[in-house]
């Protein structure tokens, strides 16, 4: 088993990670490029990712760099915008067979290096603007886009709720951005902003697979540079809203299945060191098939397929998703707050938190046998402002106590529950 | 043990066929922190008629029985078997697809116990009355979950309006009116008859020693006795060449419309060097034409016809096969003319040396890529070996094809007669 090694480097105003591992066929490049949610500026992050991808300078139409991405043995560009706490974070990805596994091929790694730096800083533009048809073209596919999310019962349950749970707070804004700010948005304007981006953003460049580092330097260095500016990208302190009361919003959808989603403030991110508690807190309560709230709502009450928790690490929150029958709202919701209250009792044996730990550790340690997965975890240190590598992960999980489970699990708080249900009487077609 | 090595890949496989009839595969990767193993039956949704091992009538079992089986494995008697992987750090999971059903496992430790419990939970069935009833309420919310998606909705609108009779026609969870009447005697005879060591594959790949996993799983095999296998008879109806319906038109709740075209295969239960061709061909030209940046995407891009969600897919089956291509388009109908003109006129295409040597590189490249999943090594492997193919010969097979048989395969893909449009859409007023 490989231990992981990340090299950093601070060259050309690009922060370079340099991860050499042999477990892969493929060298995967990522790009990251970090500033802080804001209203202003979302729907243009939300744009710029499909914009790159479209054409460079030098493969001006899709068609022609799609041709040269075939031509590198099948590369795989993709590029998309999330958000990570308050944080919004475009990534731009790059896929390449490692040459070694194909007889005859030489020059891939260079020619994807220069192909990715392309994508990333010289983009298919002129003094006014992205192409223009281009442009227009992504505006249409991205309000289809936002459009969409409503046929996607889950997701769209999933951002009503933080849309009602963090009104007053940066990390309710949509991730695909806003109808209203695309149409009055201008070709210029975004490529003013995305000249912005270059030159104030963080951004980080992640290098992973069997490859030798002095060659990739070289490249680098040949190929990619920005000047910093000082801008407006440092990130705004998270904004930690107590829980003044409690809320219940019921909407009502032409649906088969209810969908009951309820959010919980943590009051403990990856800055804190109870977070390998929270982690563990969330995999006794809902991480697994062998947590309380799988066993509880779906195998001894038949409530639910689904039940299940997830973490938002960094801004604090903690999310239950199910899919219910429409009747079984009150009594799912309470059988979810029992699960709450039973994790604050400590009702859970040494045995079932060992086991959990385990199960933790082996979906980290099976993450990192993802390149992406790797990445993404190595990644959350920059978001959190904290350094943590794998090992210490992997051992602050580890070392959880009982005790520190309980501890972290008093200070969850419930915030809002969220019913999607269907029309009273009516059965959708 | 047979011991065969693959050095352009880098890859070692051990294979035996054991005295009962179990087939194992395994394939140490000793650089992977994880390890997966996969339990497979040649048994899906599609294999609803048959005669029962040791009778001779033949007889049809309600729809989704398969799954229903799927569900019901992990629960014993006296315990569930999620439980029993949760104990030892593994994450379980299983599928059903049309004519597999498969029960899996993911850990980073203790994986020749893990192996054992995931043989032992399969080898021994417990099936009771009020189990069965329980279950059925899950599965009940599992088909409504589906009910409310509109791209399964899209992907089973599409298979139903291709195929007449086959059983791929089937939704493979069943309808909530079907699985009522399934009881535990229907379980246990589907269960004797396809769940023989014969009908089954036994696959492990990743960390872990190879000479002791052998034996364990050899020594665990030899204790347990198992009827003698007869010849399994599955019956399936004539399926004429044409599709079922040329349009067929879902309404649901959507705020976009989705369509999908369908093509059919013409033949089917192929010899393994034509099925293969077949295969491999038939994924290359849908990729050549409808990957983004493809001659035809690009068409339908500028025609301002589809959007990110544009997609397709292939999947070549022993006694059945079909192509999808779809997207979320707010003109279905003008879509669904233009793919059909656009298929249609491939019969006449001329590729280029040029153009087919970039193919078979983007089809080496995205097989190298996808075998750094250790799940997608398993599966394929398995699926490739059902019909007599070797996975990790692949890439030479690719390397092998030529121009001719690039345009012979063109020359016969497409025919008006099988191909079907299917469409959902918000119902009208």
């Known amino acids: 088993m490989d231990t992981i090694q990340e090299k950093r480097l601070d060259e050309q105003g690009l922060k370079l990670h340099f991860i050499q591992s042999k477990k892969f066929k493929t060298i995967t490049f990522v790009a990251k490029i970090k500033a802080k949610l804001d209203k202003e500026t979302i729907t243009k992050r939300a744009l710029l990712p499909y914009i790159l991808k479209q054409g460079t300078k030098t493969y001006p139409d899709r068609s022609a760099l799609q041709l040269k991405l075939d031509d590198l043995y099948g590369a795989v560009l993709t590029a998309d915008g999330g958000k990570k706490g308050e944080n919004h974070i475009i990534t731009i990805r790059l896929e390449f067979a490692n040459e070694k596994f194909i007889p005859d091929a030489s020059n891939v790694m260079d020619e994807a290096i220069r192909l990715f730096s392309e994508v990333l800083f010289h983009p298919n533009a002129g003094k006014n603007g992205f192409d223009d048809a281009v442009f227009k073209r992504e505006v249409g596919t991205l309000k289809q886009k936002i459009n969409a999310i409503q046929d996607d019962k889950m997701s769209y349950a999933n951002m009503r709720l933080i849309d009602e749970m963090c009104k007053e707070e940066a990390y309710q804004l949509h991730v695909h951005g806003y109808e209203e700010d695309l149409n009055s948005l201008m070709n210029e304007d975004l490529y003013n902003y995305y000249q912005q981006m270059l030159k104030q953003d963080e951004m980080d460049i992640y290098v992973l697979g069997d490859f030798v580092e002095e060659k990739v330097k070289h490249i680098i260095k040949d190929t990619m540079q920005r000047t910093v500016q000082q801008g407006t990208s440092t990130v705004n302190a998270v904004t930690k809203k107590p829980v003044s009361e409690q809320q219940e919003i019921i909407e009502k959808q032409q649906v088969q299945q209810a969908k009951l989603h309820i959010g919980y403030r943590t009051n403990t991110t990856y800055q804190d060191d109870a977070y390998f508690a929270l982690q563990v807190f969330n995999g006794l309560f809902g991480g697994f098939p062998s947590s309380k709230l799988f066993i509880n709502v779906r195998e001894k009450n038949s409530l639910a397929y689904y039940a299940s928790s997830r973490l938002e690490s960094h801004k604090g929150l903690l999310f239950v998703f199910s899919g219910i029958a429409p009747d079984d709202f009150e009594k799912a919701r309470d059988i979810i707050r029992l699960q709450v209250q039973a994790m604050k009792d400590g009702d859970f044996t040494e045995q079932e938190l060992n086991e959990t730990k385990d199960l933790i550790i082996n979906q980290l340690k099976e993450t990192m046998d993802h390149p992406q997965g790797l990445i993404e975890i190595l990644y959350q240190q920059v978001i959190g402002k904290r350094l943590m590598t794998p090992t210490e992960l992997l051992d602050g999980i580890q070392n959880v106590t009982k005790e520190e489970v309980v501890q972290v699990a008093g200070k969850v708080e419930e915030d809002t529950v969220y019913l999607l249900t269907s029309e009273g009487g009516e059965q959708g077609e | 043990m047979n011991k065969q090595t693959y050095e352009s890949i880098g890859e070692t496989l051990y294979s035996e066929k054991l005295d009962n009839g179990l087939t194992v595969f395994l394939l140490p990767k000793p650089e992977m922190t994880k390890s997966f193993g996969i339990f497979s039956t040649n048994y899906g949704s599609i294999d609803q008629t048959f005669v029962p091992l040791g009778e001779s009538a033949e007889i049809t079992v309600p729809e989704g029985v398969a799954h229903f089986l799927e569900h019901k494995l992990f629960e014993k008697e006296d315990r569930d078997v999620f439980a029993d992987f949760g104990k030892q750090g593994a994450s379980p999971n299983a599928y059903t697809s049309f004519t597999k059903t498969a029960y899996l496992f993911s850990a980073t430790s203790q994986i020749e116990k893990n192996v054992e419990t995931l043989i032992d939970f399969v080898q021994d069935p ?176 500028k025609a301002d016809l589809i959007d990110d969600s544009f997609y397709f897919e292939t999947n070549l089956e022993r006694n059945f096969g079909y192509s999808m291509i779809g997207s979320n388009t707010a003109k279905p109908e003008e879509f669904a003319a233009k793919i059909k003109e656009q298929l249609l006129s491939t019969k006449k295409y001329a590729l280029t040396d040029e153009v087919f040597e970039r193919m078979k590189k983007k089809k080496i490249g995205q097989l190298l890529r996808a075998m750094n999943s250790l799940e997608f090594i398993a599966n394929k492997y398995i699926h490739y070996h059902t019909m007599g193919i070797n996975l990790f010969e692949i890439i030479p097979a690719i390397q092998g094809l030529s121009l001719d048989d690039a345009q012979a395969f063109l020359k016969e893909w497409i025919a008006e007669e099988r191909l079907a449009v299917c469409t959902i859409s918000a119902a009208k007023g």
């Open chain 2, 126 to 301: 417990y099936f009771s009355e009020q189990s069965v009833e329980k279950e059925k309420g899950i599965i009940a919310q599992e088909i409504k979950m589906y009910d409310d998606q509109p791209d399964w909705q899209a992907f089973m609108g599409t298979i139903k309006s291709m195929f007449q009779n086959h059983p791929v026609k089937i939704d493979i969870a069943g309808t909530v009116e079907s699985i009522t009447s399934i009881t535990k005697d229907d379980l246990y005879t589907c269960y004797h008859t396809f769940y023989h060591p014969e009908n089954m594959t036994l696959f492990v790949v990743g960390n872990f020693e190879v000479e002791q996993m052998m034996e364990m799983i050899t020594l665990n095999q030899k204790e347990k006795s198992f009827d003698k296998m007869a010849e399994l008879k599955r019956d399936f109806p004539e399926e004429p060449r044409e599709v079922a319906m040329k349009e067929n038109t879902i309404h649901m709740p959507v705020s976009i419309p989705k369509c999908t075209i369908g093509i059919k295969d013409s033949d089917t239960e192929l010899e393994k060097e034509e099925f293969l061709r077949r295969d491999l061909l038939g994924s290359m030209i849908l990729s050549h034409f409808f990957s983004t940046g493809g001659e035809f995407y690009q068409e339908l891009y």
